[in-house]
């Protein structure tokens, strides 16, 4: 099928700052997005998913945007902290199938 | 609530040997998922099953990969004979329904063949 991507392999933040991490869908039938957060030696853990009915979501400290028209999605994170370092993933799903289709990861980098 | 359960956390097998991993999903949840990453990439599915019939398993290489859930609560993913490719972390999920619904993940088997 077709596939996630996302932009930058490594992003790297100042802490305190906001950090943006960017995606690119391919998939014009995908209805369903998701960001998960990967720290090293464990499975993905959901941070905040978005309906294709929807162009924005918040979470606590995120925000997710999703933009249908160039099939790009963000997640925001505020006032980014040493624990949010990891690998963030989108992911998404739509057109009858409902296993997640991943990007391969931006590498969140925390500096002091 | 009790997350999704894999074991074991590590194995370390040769290549043409057989693997089993276990999984067990958060309780209630219908829907299962197996996916294997490969170190530096995303997860990438190989199998979806809803109770205990298969929903998806388009991506499994079935010739090698076979995998289970016979009561629709527990589920077992087996690979024989093994090949040096297969070393990657094998992810199981778990969702309350089929469609639109996050999936929660296991922290995973990986796989080291030699």
């Known amino acids: 099928g077709e596939s996630v991507g996302l932009h930058l392999p490594t992003l790297s933040v100042q802490e305190g700052d906001n950090s943006i991490i960017n995606c690119a869908y391919s998939?014009?039938?995908?209805?369903?997005f998701i960001w998960y957060k990967q720290e090293s030696g464990k499975g993905p853990q959901f941070i905040i998913d978005?309906?294709?009915?929807?162009d924005k979501r918040q979470g606590q400290r995120v925000t997710v945007l999703l933009n249908k028209t160039v099939k790009h999605l963000s997640l925001q994170i505020a006032a980014t902290q040493p624990g949010d370092s990891a690998v963030y993933f989108c992911?998404?799903?739509?057109?009858?199938?409902?296993?997640?289709?991943f990007g391969k990861g931006t590498h969140l980098i925390i500096q002091p | 609530e009790a997350g999704v359960a894999q074991s074991p956390r590590y194995k370390i097998i040769e290549k043409r040997q057989s693997v089993a991993f276990w999984c067990n999903p958060i309780?209630?949840?219908?829907?299962l998922y197996w996916y294997q990453q490969i170190l530096g990439q995303g997860p990438k599915l190989l199998i979806q099953?809803?109770?205990?019939?298969?929903?998806?398993d388009s991506q499994l290489p079935k010739d090698r990969f076979s995998a289970e859930r016979l009561k629709g609560v527990d589920s077992t993913l087996k690979i024989q004979p093994a090949k040096l490719e297969d070393s990657a972390v094998y992810l199981c999920?778990?969702?309350?329904?089929?469609?639109?619904?996050?999936?929660?993940f296991g922290d995973g088997t990986r796989l080291s063949i030699l």
């Open positions: 999920a778990s969702s309350s329904q089929v469609g639109n619904q996050p999936q929660h």
């Open positions: 998939n014009s039938a995908s209805d369903y």
């Open positions: 978005i309906r294709s009915n929807m």
């Open positions: 992911a998404e799903t739509g057109g009858g199938a409902d296993g997640l289709t």
């Open positions: 309780s209630g949840h219908a829907t």
């Open positions: 099953f809803q109770n205990n019939g298969v929903v998806d």
